[in-house]
């Protein structure tokens, strides 16, 4: 596939995705499908030890802690759309910044804000006036600032 695999490490294993494949993780001995992980998922990452994954516009979540057995066990309630479920503006880039996850579709970005344990706790907000990324390679941050690079091959911060 030609697809660009997105790689998270916790403690002795690595849990990847690349929009193509079931999510899977490597425990340094062999590969194991997340059989319950969002199939199509492009984008992983550990925040607030919770692993979250995109897949289209749809961000799910999981408590990771420290126990691997977490990182399949997909809450039926633990999912959230940036904009509507609708949206075909998908979800291109997420880092976290400060105490926030910053989400970036083509189009526009979002700021997620995560309060205690489950859906209750995050509040989004949409950045207006703003612009999307590209792609998670043209998203970084230095300090306190986060660069990227939008479809007008601009660079922003």
């Known amino acids: 596939t030609s697809n660009k695999f997105r790689f998270v490490q916790a403690d002795n294993w690595s849990i990847f995705v690349n929009g193509a494949i079931q999510p899977s993780y490597w425990d340094n001995s062999s590969v194991t499908a997340l059989s319950n992980a969002p ?3 492009s984008l992983c990452l550990i925040w607030k030890n919770r692993l979250f994954m995109a897949a289209g516009n749809k961000i ?6 420290t126990t691997l057995s977490n990182a399949n066990s997909w809450p039926a309630v633990n999912y959230f759309y940036p904009s509507t479920p609708n949206d075909p503006d998908t979800v291109v880039a997420m880092i976290p910044y400060q105490d926030k996850l910053i ?3 083509k189009q526009t970005k979002y700021i ?3 309060t ?3 859906i209750s706790s995050i509040t989004i907000t949409e950045v207006k006036g703003s612009k999307g990324a590209v792609s998670q390679e043209c998203v970084a941050t230095d300090g306190y600032f986060i660069y990227f690079i939008a479809a007008d091959s601009q660079m922003y911060r």
């Open 103 to 105: 989400i970036f579709t």
């Open 60 to 65: 799910s979540f999981t408590d990771i802690l």
């Open 116 to 118: 205690g344990a489950g």
């Open 39 to 41: 199939a199509a998922a």
């Open 112 to 114: 997620v804000l995560m």
